[in-house]
C-alpha cells in the first residue's frame, strides 16, 4: 500500500477519515497510531474515537508529536548518542541557544564537540536529562543514521498502521525524519494537512522545507501518493468561495457540502463589511466569535462583551458566526480580492484563511469607516426598529 498525502481542506472531514479508517484497522486486528502536533487536537481525536467505536481500545493510540519523537525515535535507542537517560522534553518558545532578544548563539552549544562526537548542550536541557522539542526532530534523525534506522523498524513492528496528522506544521528536520520513516517502514503512513493552515513551526532554523510549495514537493520526492478532500462540510459556499481566493488558484476549488441551514440563521448569511463605528451593533444583534491577530488586537474596537479568539487559536474549531478583525497585511485582501499576498506575509494569508474557514453561515470583516464603501462586500447597517 502506497504511502498517502491528503490535503485536507478546513472543514473537509479529515478527523472522520481517520477516525473511520482507524476503526476498520482496528477491528482487522491491527493497532494504529496517530501523531499530531497540537493538544487540542489529540483531545478531539480520542474523543471522536470513543465516539464512534463505542469504547476505548489499546489499539488505538493518540501521541504528540514530541512524545512521538521521544518515546518512539530517541528514548529507545539514545544510548547510541548519549548514555544518561532523557526523562522528558522541554518546550521551547524560541531557540534556547540564542541570547534572549538577539541573534548571537551562547557558547559551548554547537552540535558537535571537538572529537566529533554529539554535544549534550545542543540537545538536552543543563541538566540534561529533558530534550529540546525545537531540536528533537534532528536529535531523532542523528540516531536514526546511528542505529540503521532500527527506530523505523521498530515501530513497524508495533504499528500496522501510522498517520501524521496537521503535517502542515512540520518544516525541516521533521521532513528528515519521515524520509527515515518512508525508507524503512514497512506499515503504510498516511499524512493528513492542509497548507493553508500553516500557523506553527515545530522546529528551528533555516532548514527546508518551510514553505507550503517546499513542503508539497518533499513529499512528492518522497513518492507520497497525493489525494484530496475538496468537501467542505462546515461552510456555506459563500464562505467557501472566499475562502479559496485566499491562495488563488493554488489548490482545488472547495464544494460546500451544506444543504440546510437552519432557519435562525438564514435571515443573515454570507460575508459581510462591518464599519468600525457598528462593530457593538453588530455584535449586540448576533454575537459572532470575533478572530483576531493576538490579545491586544482592537482594544479600542471591540467591546467588552466581545467573545474573542486568537487566529491560530482558532484552528480546528467551527462558530455558526464570525467576525475578523483583519492586520495591515491581511487588509488588502478584504479591499480588492484581487492583489496577492507577498512572500513575506505567508503567515498573515494562512492565518486569514484559518479566521474565514471557521465560520459556517455568516463572516464579518471589521474595516476603518472611511474605507468601507465601494468593496465587493456588502455593508451591513443596523436594522431598523
Not at 10 to 30: F, Y
Not at 43 to 67: C, P, T
Not at 118 to 146: D, E
Not at 236 to 248: P, S
Request: glycine share 6%; charged share 20%; aromatic share 10%.
Amino acid at each position: 500500500m502506497a504511502n498517502i498525502l491528503c490535503i485536507a481542506g478546513a472543514g473537509s472531514g479529515k478527523t472522520q477519515k481517520i477516525i473511520t479508517e482507524s476503526i476498520m484497522e482496528v477491528e482487522r486486528g491491527g493497532k494504529v497510531l496517530v501523531v499530531t502536533y497540537t493538544t487540542s487536537n489529540q483531545q478531539e481525536l480520542r474523543r471522536r474515537f470513543l465516539a464512534a467505536y463505542g469504547k476505548h481500545s489499546s489499539q488505538f493510540v493518540v501521541k504528540g508529536l514530541f512524545s512521538f519523537y521521544l518515546e518512539d525515535m530517541v528514548r529507545p535507542f539514545q544510548q547510541a548518542v548519549f548514555e544518561q537517560r532523557i526523562d522528558g522534553i522541554f518546550f521551547n518558545e524560541r531557540n534556547p541557544h540564542l541570547k534572549t532578544g538577539s541573534t548571537y548563539m551562547l557558547p559551548g552549544r554547537k552540535e558537535q564537540l571537538a572529537d566529533k562526537s554529539y554535544n549534550p548542550s545542543h540537545y538536552l536541557t543543563q541538566c540534561k536529562t529533558k530534550a529540546h522539542t525545537g531540536f528533537l526532530a534532528k536529535l531523532a534523525t542523528r540516531i536514526a543514521k546511528a542505529t540503521k534506522n532500527t527506530a523505523a523498524v521498530r515501530l513497524s513492528d508495533i504499528y500496522s498502521r501510522v498517520y501524521f496528522d496537521e503535517v502542515q506544521d512540520l518544516v525541516g528536520w521533521d521532513y528528515e525524519m519521515l524520509k527515515v520513516l518512508n525508507k524503512a517502514m514497512k506499515s503504510p503512513i498516511t499524512c493528513v494537512g492542509d497548507f493553508r493552515q500553516t500557523v506553527y513551526e515545530t522546529t528551528f532554523g533555516h532548514k527546508t522545507p518551510q514553505t507550503a510549495t517546499e513542503k508539497i514537493a518533499a513529499f512528492k520526492s518522497m513518492g507520497f501518493k497525493e489525494e484530496a478532500l475538496t468537501l467542505n462540510w462546515r461552510s456555506v459556499q459563500a464562505i467557501c468561495t472566499i475562502a479559496d481566493d485566499v491562495h488563488m488558484g493554488a489548490y482545488e476549488k472547495t464544494e460546500s457540502a451544506v444543504d440546510n441551514v437552519p432557519s435562525e440563521f438564514t435571515h443573515h448569511l454570507g460575508t459581510f463589511i462591518v464599519k468600525q463605528s457598528d462593530v457593538t451593533d453588530y455584535i449586540d444583534a448576533y454575537d459572532p466569535m470575533v478572530l483576531r491577530w493576538n490579545v491586544t488586537s482592537g482594544a479600542k474596537i471591540l467591546p467588552a462583551q466581545a467573545r474573542c479568539y486568537n487566529f491560530g487559536s482558532s484552528k480546528g474549531l467551527g462558530f455558526d458566526r464570525v467576525l475578523i478583525l483583519p492586520v495591515d497585511k491581511q487588509m488588502h485582501f478584504v479591499l480588492d480580492g484581487l492583489t496577492p499576498f507577498p512572500a513575506n506575509a505567508e503567515m498573515a494569508q494562512n492565518k486569514m484563511y484559518v479566521a474565514i474557514t471557521r465560520a459556517r453561515y455568516s463572516l464579518g470583516f471589521i474595516i476603518p469607516d472611511q474605507k468601507a464603501e465601494g468593496l465587493r462586500f456588502p455593508v451591513w447597517t443596523k436594522p431598523v426598529a
